[in-house]
């Protein structure tokens, strides 16, 4: 089985803080994305990786930075973290051959306070 | 990304079939319908893809007509624990549009 994990279930922080978010999939994918998901909106991507050290932006990047040093790790930095960015993260995985079957963890519900 | 619009939201009681469905008029030639099952303070999770006709697997059953501008996907004997919002995209999966784009999707409540 596929298994996506991320750091933390639950975060809080302050406005202003350097906000890391943590994301290890153990399939050797070499996808790998983060989105937001918000009442009403739907997921948004904010970026994704298609190998180590290569980042593309997703539809909302502003306010983001990611990192992929390794190919199982892919970390999402608020630098700056502010209120509108109190939402649900979600990371995801695939293999290059499977566009469409993303393999998501369980999310991080971030509060900005 | 083809644009899909599909029900809100449907109710069912426990042991019914639920069938949603999914409009995708401009959907182009090399373009799959994929479904995904959201349940509440979890990822999404990927259910089922299908080209044409019928595609059928131990969670779900998805149905193309012959145009492909819609898609249904049915949900046999469902029970509480199905209560999800499900949704549908349409894409190209051989591309490297990698993205994927998911609308507020269709949220299936399963009453005892």
């Known amino acids: 089985d596929v298994k996506v994990t991320q750091s933390s279930r639950y975060l809080v922080k302050r406005t202003g803080e350097k906000v890391f978010l943590e994301c290890v999939q153990d399939m050797d994918h070499e996808n790998m994305f983060w989105y937001r998901q918000d009442p009403g909106l739907g997921l948004r991507l904010i970026y994704f990786s298609y190998d180590v050290k290569m980042k593309e932006k997703g539809d909302i990047p502003e306010g983001y930075s990611v990192s992929r040093e390794k190919k199982e790790r892919f970390s999402l930095i608020l630098e700056s973290a502010s209120t509108n960015q109190t939402s649900m993260y979600l990371c995801a995985s695939n293999s290059g051959t499977l566009s469409y079957e993303q393999y998501f963890g369980p999310g991080t519900r971030l509060t900005v306070t | 990304l083809a644009k899909t619009t599909q029900p809100i939201s449907m109710d069912s009681y426990e042991g019914q079939e639920v069938n949603i469905t999914c409009s995708h008029n401009?959907?182009?030639?090399?373009?799959?319908i994929t479904w995904y099952q959201q349940f509440p303070s979890q990822g999404p999770r990927f259910i089922i893809q299908g080209y044409k006709t019928k595609v059928t697997n131990e969670v779900a059953s998805l149905f193309i007509p012959a145009d492909r501008k819609s898609s249904t996907l049915s949900l046999p004997r469902v029970s509480l624990s199905d209560t999800a919002v499900y949704y549908c995209l349409v894409g190209d999966r051989g591309s490297n549009d990698y993205k994927l784009s998911f609308g507020a999707g269709t949220t299936v409540t399963v009453r005892a």
């Open positions: 401009n959907i182009a030639t090399n373009d799959y």
